[in-house]
Each structure stands twice: as C-alpha cells, then as structure tokens.
C-alpha cells in the first residue's frame, strides 16, 4: 500500500486553489442577487442607457379645488403596461420615479378613499368602479391628471394639471304633498367606470341611478350631493316616484343633454297640483352655469298613476 503525503509547498498551493473557487463563487452570486434586486425595484430603469433620470411630478388643480390625499401617482409604460406605482399620504410627501430612457405615461388619482375601487399595478386599460357597484355612485369625488413624457438625457419636473372625472347630482324637490310616504328620483343613462387612461365604459343601454330623498325641515324633498360618473348619452332621462298612501305616480323628462365631468347637476322640482312638476336642472362648477327647464306634465303624456310602470 502506497501512502500518498503532502509537504508544506503542496498544502499552500491547496489552499490558494481553494480561495480561489470560493472567490469565483462569491462574485457569481453577487452578479445573480444584484439581477434580481434590480428588476424587483419598480423605480428604477436604467434603460438603454444604463441610467436611470429622475422625474419629479408636481400636482395642481385645474380649479380652485383643494387635491384630496392619499393620491396615487402610476407611470405606465409606452404600450400601456404598468411600470411603477407610489401612494402619497400628504402634500408634504415628494412625487418622484427613476425611469430610463423611453416614453412614459404619468397618471395621478386623488380623492378616491375607500369608495372606488383602485389597483397597485394596473394596465392603463383596467377599470376604476365604483367600489360598491350596486350603488352606481360615491360620497367622494375623484380626480385625475394624465400626461405623457419622454425621458432622455436630463432629469425632469413634471407640472400634472388635475380635473375632476366623476359629475355631482343633487335634487331639491318642493311642493311635494304633505300625504307623501315616499320620493324617489332616477337619472339615466350614466357611464359606470373610466380606465387608467381617462376612458368611460359603459354597460349595454348605460347604468341608472336611482335615490331615495328624504324630507327636510324645511318641507323640501331632497338627495345628494352624490358623485356619478358622466351620462352616455346626448339625451339624459329623469324619472320622479311620488308613493302615497294607496298610490304611486311617476314622472319622466328627457333632457337633452348629459351630466359632465367637473360639472355638477342640481336638480331644483316643484310639484304643481297633481299633474305637472315645474323646474330647473342646474349645472354649477368650474365652468359658466347651464339652465334647463322643464316640467313633468300627464297632458304630454310623462305621467302614469296607481302604480303604473312606464315605458321609456
């Protein structure tokens, strides 16, 4: 049997390939792990540059309307995937992405609260609904900022002017008989969501809404502010349920025209005797004012009574 020895001279040779495997080694799984951290960091695209530009946004209102936080800022990619995503709790909170060189799409959402229904990483073509879509409306108003950039060798401030997407509606209706269980008033058609790109969708014929007003010290009918999202429509249909006590009657008006965004209906009814409501849709807002008038009269044909349904 053969004994097989080392000497001083092969024991440091050894050890020199040992550190040096080891060295290799160390270096391989540096590069892997610094791979992985980079792609899951959704701030940073060095892009084909291998640098990364930072982009500051600044948030404004289009009106004089205060910018409700948390905001969501997303920057979406040139093919509209998404890229990066912050949620600002305060205007003392910075709006800032690293983005390489591309085109981007930067959108800011503000006043959503828990009532709409808002992604952490959408496509631009995914939905915002109404988080309780039975309802068809929010007690918050949203808005929302969209524009486009394209970064390339500087780095970028980003003014991003916001506007309100959603229509508010409030009804005022007076007059209503003191033997009145109930009112209710209905708006039709009305969109029901908007995309990441400040697209509406609709459903097939559009969404109605439908409040129950309640009856105010002063002897008015009222319901809202509520916020809707725009109608669908160049006609608009308002339907009022009057319920007494062994009776119901319904009254509809088409008006044309449609709620808009930023632009706020108030719906101002006074009931004449049994037969005709006399009013005013006014719309108010960051715009001039637009008056409608209108009545709901059996002698055109608007009225059904005792529980009869009508047909549009």
């Known amino acids: 049997m053969k004994i097989f020895t080392y000497n001083n001279s092969g024991m440091h040779i050894f050890s020199r390939l040992i550190n040096i495997v080891l060295g290799i080694a160390s270096i391989l799984c540096l590069s892997y792990c610094q791979k992985i951290t980079d792609e899951d960091i959704g701030n940073s695209d060095p892009g084909d540059n291998g640098e990364a530009k930072l982009i500051n946004v600044k948030t404004r209102s289009l009106s004089d309307s205060e910018i409700v936080f948390p905001l969501y800022a997303y920057v979406f990619k040139e093919n509209g995937d998404f890229h990066s995503y912050l949620k600002i709790n305060s205007v003392a909170d910075s709006i800032q992405f690293n983005l390489g060189k591309s085109s981007y799409k930067i959108v800011t959402i503000s006043g959503c609260g828990e009532e709409y229904s808002i992604l952490e990483k959408p496509s631009m073509k995914e939905l915002i609904k109404f988080k309780n879509e039975s309802l068809k409306h929010s007690k918050r108003s949203m808005m ?124 101002k009814g006074s009931f004449v005797g049994e037969v005709t409501i006399n009013g005013n849709i006014i719309t108010k807002g960051w715009e001039d004012p637009l008056l409608a008038e209108f009545d709901f009269s059996s002698s055109s044909g608007n009225e059904t009574e005792e529980g009869g349904n009508e047909e549009d």
Do not use: H
Not at 146 to 155: A, E, G, P, Q, R
Not at 218 to 229: E, L, Q, S, T
Not at 234 to 253: A, G, H, M, Q, V
């Open 144 to 267: 929302m900022g969209i524009t486009n950039i394209t970064v390339d060798k500087k780095n970028i401030n980003v003014e991003l002017s916001m506007t309100y997407c959603v229509s508010s509606l409030e009804v005022a209706l007076s007059g209503i008989p003191l033997n009145t269980k109930k009112v209710r008033f209905s708006i039709s058609p009305l969109y029901n969501a908007i995309n990441y790109n400040g697209e509406y969708q609709k459903s097939n014929n559009g969404d109605e809404l439908s409040l129950d007003c309640y009856l105010g010290i002063d002897g008015i009918w009222k319901a809202g502010p509520v916020y809707i999202f725009p109608g669908c429509s160049d006609n608009t249909t308002f339907k009022i349920s009057i319920e007494k006590e062994s009776s119901l009657s319904n009254y509809s008006y088409i008006f044309k025209g449609s709620p808009k965004a930023s632009q706020p209906f108030i719906v």
